[in-house]
């Protein structure tokens, strides 16, 4: 995490912007009147808002830590594609 206000962030928006991308780093901008600003990478920004879609429905959330669960614990089986296909059709 990193703080920059805004003016160093204008003279040097190739170097902040490279931080964001490159280091993926998140670039807290402030400004005036606290109208403060946040830059990151498009990769940062598109896993945040994978992990609020996740986690914004509690019985999908609870799925997935269930599967999560049952990976560690070794309960799982492998089956073909044959059968994958009569589980999704039932």
Do not use: P
């Not at 928006?13 to 830059?39: G, H, P, Q, W």
């Not at 896993?47 to 509690?58: D, K």
């Not at 959330?61 to 073909?80: A, C, D, F, P, V």
């Amino acid at each position: 995490m990193l703080a920059v206000n805004y003016s160093t962030l204008r003279n040097n928006l190739k170097s902040y912007c490279d931080r964001a991308t490159e280091d993926a780093e998140t670039v807290f901008i402030t400004r005036k009147d606290e109208k403060n600003l946040v830059m990151m990478s498009l990769d940062s920004y598109n896993n945040l808002m994978e992990n609020i879609f996740i986690r914004s429905s509690q019985k999908n959330y609870q799925h997935i830590l269930e599967g999560i669960h049952q990976l560690e614990h070794g309960k799982t089986r492998s089956m073909t594609s044959a059968e994958w296909e009569k589980l999704v059709n039932e």
